[in-house]
């Protein structure tokens, strides 16, 4: 009897770490791969999906940069898997990734970037290219983050191209934050106060952010030193984590009514901006 409560506990408990943990997709590449140029992936926030991203996507559609068949969607469940929708073919040019988390209330910065790495494992297994974009909101930007913290030694992983964060709360946001809008910076944008947890782990990033990215860090103020969810300093504390490796950093922040946390992925200037930077378009 023993031993039977054991196996059965034991079987629950694989299954619970796999749905926390996410399953780790191999790397298996078909025959024949298609050959695509550099993909852009698109990461949602906290409780939101593949919607908040189709704004900016429909912006590159609209401007001529790809078209509809260039774009495809990748689900994530909650196990880890990914499903690919749509086909991307030999001679797409600016391909987009819209990925939806199908749980996105996980909370688990660690699976969030586990998803990620599934995601770009899946797309390798279809396709061949080398290199990547990655833009995030809210919650999108942890899970890259964390996804080449955890995963940026990997040989078998593209290179990272081009990384946009937009609202990305690096340090924390307001509801969590005791000081709430009275964050301070050092000058190299190290946080000085309310250091988290998760900066402290995305710290080591100082040490392995790939040489070969060029960063655009895009954050509102609505006029109170925060978007409504984040302050200004914990946007601007990307800059510590990454701008001492990274190919090239920039900054823009966003003003008024329209820089709120969740009316930048809507924002016609982000837009402008996501255009000039990832695809060489003019603002």
Do not use: C
């Amino acid at each position: 009897m023993l031993l039977v409560i054991l196996v059965v506990a034991g079987l629950g408990f694989s299954y619970y770490s796999g749905w926390l943990f996410a399953k780790t997709v191999s790397y298996h590449p078909v025959n024949g791969r298609t050959t695509i140029g550099t993909p852009t992936l698109f990461f949602h926030g906290y409780g939101s999906s593949y919607h908040a991203e189709e704004y900016m996507v429909n912006g590159a559609v609209k401007e001529g940069i790809t078209s509809k068949n260039a774009v495809i969607r990748a689900n994530v469940r909650p196990n880890g898997s990914v499903k690919l929708t749509g086909k991307i073919k030999a001679k797409s040019t600016n391909t987009i990734v819209e990925v939806n988390f199908d749980n996105p209330r996980n909370g688990n910065y660690r699976t969030d970037g586990r998803w990620v790495r599934n995601v770009i494992v899946t797309l390798q297994n279809r396709y061949r290219f080398k290199r990547i974009n990655l833009v995030g909101h809210s919650m999108g930007n942890m899970a890259i983050m964390y996804y080449l913290r955890q995963f940026g030694n990997d040989q078998h992983l593209p290179s990272l191209n081009k990384q946009v964060a937009i609202a990305g709360h690096f340090n924390g946001l307001v509801m969590a934050d005791t000081n709430k809008n009275h964050d301070r910076l050092a000058k190299n944008g190290r946080p000085l106060n309310n250091v988290t947890k998760q900066y402290r782990y995305l710290e080591g990033l100082r040490k392995t952010y790939p040489r070969s990215a060029m960063v655009l860090n895009i954050y509102g103020d609505k006029g109170s030193g925060t978007d409504g969810d984040l302050t200004v300093q914990s946007a601007q504390s990307m800059r510590y984590l990454v701008a001492s490796r990274a190919k090239s950093f920039q900054e823009q922040e966003m003003k008024g009514k329209q820089a709120s946390h969740s009316r930048l992925h809507s924002n016609p200037d982000v837009n402008a901006l996501l255009n000039s930077f990832l695809w060489n378009r003019t603002v």
